[in-house]
């Protein structure tokens, strides 16, 4: 993004439910199903049929206003938002506009090594349309009611973020959480998470430009260039004396580019109003509070621990409760002696490197947390070298020991670190005989020379001798 133009991006995002039913109805959420084999009376708006509310929905709304820290509404409306669309049996939408159940809140991430908050504004409970199929009937389109009167938490951003890098930040961020308080699946191929981002563009302190709305990402990736390419676009059009109209757009990842779908409509066009068929919904302390009792600890409660017992730094403790899976993995590493810093370090890098690489979550690690604190133990003691640690965490994670034994795999691979004085003095007087260039060199005051001399005795010990020791005997014969 050039210095000149200032984007503007806020994110709407559906988290849809876990609840084994639908929001106003019995009939299953479940994923898969063949088309219309799940959609009762209610969903498909059989004339005298009447919506009744999923408890469940409500109390996992409620998980998520206390997570962001956000007011939850003692009463909140359902209304109709009024539109037209083959995949709506009834020809509105039942959702929450003047009154949500949850209002504000915030959400704070990692970004470049800094922590960003991006205030909220709402979250509220509606029901999902149903899904126009075009493949399935050569020439024709069908409709699949199944996923109609799905329940779902719209979770809607203030205009805060200034680069697609961070709008991703900030989605990846939400994805945890609801994964982490266990409202959402967060399965995006099935679109159990889906985002749809408004951007803008403005010159740097003007007043806020004409936004696009990009409906229905259901990728990190293609959240990142469906915003790019719309950034480059608005830009374009504003430079070539064009105006960017409000419309919305959808994003076509084989052309890598966003695509004019309807003008966009404001609030009023939608006509909403409290639904008749619905009471207003109460939401009294005590539910609120049964709810809270019965919860997770929660991201900030984990790491203010991890600061304040644990001496760890903001940025560690950010990292490790990227995910419920990820501190619970940290956790199982900490119930053994070892130094936290250093299982930080460790969990945060090479066995998230491990993971990534291989395409796996850590509730999936082939390392459990038992093992890395083993692992972890034997490098304190001496017993490895940081390079024979990480072979011994990559033989682990082959698994091509028959037990996964830590200490079998660094007796097997002969990975056990030269600690006997005696046996690094010798290496240390065989390297300086065979290297008296080097030795010269560094006693003329040449300090690299010292880093080569090193680098000769553990080359000559194949790593396994203590770095520390070796350097310690090197001063001391060479004065």
């Not at 936290?340 to 291989?358: H, Q």
């Not at 509730?363 to 947390?369: F, I, L, T, W």
């Not at 600690?419 to 300090?447: C, F, H, T």
């Not at 880093?451 to 001798?465: D, E, H, S, Y």
Request: charged share 25%.
């Amino acid at each position: 993004m050039r210095a000149d133009w200032e984007v503007v991006i806020g994110l709407e995002t559906h988290a849809q439910l876990t609840t084994a039913s639908k929001i106003f109805s019995g009939a299953s959420t479940a994923f898969g199903a063949p088309p219309n084999t799940q959609a009762s009376a209610v969903d498909i708006a059989l004339p005298g049929t009447l919506p009744v509310l999923n408890k469940g929905a409500v109390e996992r709304a409620i998980r998520f206003g206390l997570a962001v820290g956000g007011t939850i509404a003692q009463r909140c409306v359902f209304a109709r938002k009024n539109y037209f669309y083959p995949d709506l049996p009834k020809g509105y939408q039942i959702s929450q506009y003047e009154q949500p159940v949850v209002a504000g809140g915030t959400l704070s991430f990692l970004l470049d090594g800094a922590v960003k908050t991006v205030r909220l504004t709402r979250a509220h409970l509606e029901e999902d349309a149903g899904k126009l199929l075009h493949e399935a009937v050569p020439g024709s389109s069908g409709v699949d009611l199944n996923r109609a009167g799905t329940p779902l938490l719209e979770i809607v951003t203030e205009p805060d973020m200034r680069s697609a890098a961070e709008a991703v930040a900030y989605a990846k961020a939400l994805h945890a959480l609801v994964r982490w308080i266990g409202i959402c699946d967060g399965n995006m191929q099935e679109g159990s998470f889906r985002c749809d981002a408004n951007v803008s563009v403005r010159k740097p302190g003007g007043a806020l430009g004409t936004r696009c709305e990009i409906k229905n990402l259901n990728s990190f990736r293609f959240l990142e260039k469906a915003i790019e390419y719309e950034i480059r676009r608005q830009v374009e059009v504003i430079e070539d004396g064009g105006k960017i109209v409000q419309e919305t757009r959808l994003y076509d990842p084989d052309r890598d580019e966003t695509r004019s779908m309807r003008s966009k409509e404001d609030a009023h066009d939608y006509r909403y109003f409290p639904d008749p068929d619905l009471l207003p919904l109460a939401i009294d302390r005590a539910w609120i509070d049964r709810v809270g009792g019965a919860m997770t600890a929660l991201p900030d409660a984990l790491r203010g621990r991890y600061i304040s017992q644990l001496g760890l730094s903001l940025y560690d403790a950010m990292l490790l409760t990227e995910s419920r899976e990820k501190a619970a993995f940290f956790d199982e590493v900490m119930k053994a002696d070892v130094q936290a810093k250093i299982a930080a370090n460790w969990v945060n890098g090479e066995v998230s490197a491990l993971l990534n690489d291989a395409g796996l979550e850590f509730d999936r690690s082939p390392v459990s947390g038992g093992q890395l604190s083993r692992i972890l133990q034997l490098i304190a003691d001496g017993t490895l070298s940081g390079k024979g640690a990480k072979e011994v965490l990559r033989e682990v994670a082959r698994g091509d020991s028959a037990t996964g034994d830590v200490d079998e795999i660094v007796a097997s691979k002969n990975l056990k670190q030269i600690s006997d004085g005696g046996a690094i003095e010798a290496a240390v007087d065989q390297v300086m005989a065979a290297n008296p260039k080097l030795v010269e060199d560094y006693r003329s005051g040449k300090e690299k020379a010292f880093n080569a001399l090193v680098g000769q005795v553990m080359k000559a010990t194949q790593g396994k001798a203590n770095p520390a020791q070796v350097n310690a005997a090197l001063k001391k014969k060479l004065g």
